[in-house]
T-cell receptor, first 114, second 114 residues
Framework: AQKITQTQPGMFVQEKEAVTLDCTYD???????LFWYKQPSSGEMIFLIYQGSYDQQNATEGRYSLNFQKARKSANLVISASQLGDSAMYFCAMGPPGYSTLTFGKGTMLLVSP | NAGVTQTPKFRILKIGQSMTLQCAQD?????MYWYRQDPGMGLKLIYYSVGAGITDKGEVPNGYNVSRSTTEDFPLRLELAAPSQTSVYFCASSYSTGDDGELFFGEGSRLTVL
């Protein structure tokens, strides 16, 4: 079974600062994918970034980067230069590569202040 | 592009009633999924389908049924609604191949069972 743990219920950051959202995972599968999704107050789910377990380099997508440490089973999301629009719930998830029967964490609420 | 379309967006049911949540995608994705999100929690997989005529259970399938007669449509049936099924339901789809398995979500259907 796969498990995702997000230990930060809420995080506060000032605009233009960087913030790291923690995610640890547990699985016995040799191959897997790690995802981050954003859920604003409007409720939709927005894909941010993906990291494959065999990818040698950390994934980056614009202001988002995934700090993947396989030995520590962590997949932290780093948001650089936070913006007010980044205020949302952030979910870490994992699943088998290629399709998305994902296991989600409980999420971290990020609030960005001016 | 319509993407993933869910109907209805809101519904109130009485205990014991039945209903079907509709989901359609126009991206020709083979894989489709139903997730539920309880308050303050991450998403949990109910059912998924890897193609027309093929469905499989996820983490929380009890009380639900699905069918996949076409590539485009993946309805979720609730039989004998119970208060425990009060939740927000998300339909999603993804490409059948490729490593990233990015999920494309619908806007969600908020169901209340009283």
């Amino acid at each position: 079974a796969q498990k995702i743990t997000q230990t930060q219920p809420g995080m506060f950051v000032q605009e233009k600062e960087a913030v790291t959202l923690d995610c640890t995972y547990d699985t016995s599968d040799p191959s897997y994918g790690l995802f981050w999704y954003k859920q604003p107050s409007s409720g939709e789910m927005i894909f941010l970034i993906y990291q494959g377990s065999y990818d040698q380099q950390n994934a980056t997508e614009g202001r988002y980067s995934l700090n993947f440490q396989k030995a520590r089973k962590s997949a932290n999301l780093v948001i650089s230069a936070s913006q007010l629009g980044d205020s949302a719930m952030y979910f870490c998830a994992m699943g088998p590569p290629g399709y998305s029967t994902l296991t989600f964490g409980k999420g971290t609420m990020l609030l960005v202040s001016p | 592009n319509a993407g993933v379309t869910q109907t209805p967006k809101f519904r109130i049911l009485k205990i014991g009633q039945s209903m079907t949540l509709q989901c359609a995608q126009d991206m020709n994705h083979n894989y489709m999924y139903w997730y539920r999100q309880d308050p303050g929690m991450g998403l949990k997989l109910i059912y998924y389908s890897v193609g027309a005529g093929i469905t499989d259970k996820g983490e929380v399938p009890n009380g639900y049924n699905v069918s996949r007669s076409t590539t485009e449509d993946f309805p979720l049936r609730l039989e004998l609604a119970a208060p425990s099924q009060t939740s927000v339901y998300f339909c999603a789809s993804s490409y059948s191949t490729g490593d990233d398995g990015e999920l494309f979500f619908g806007e969600g259907s908020r169901l209340t069972v009283l």
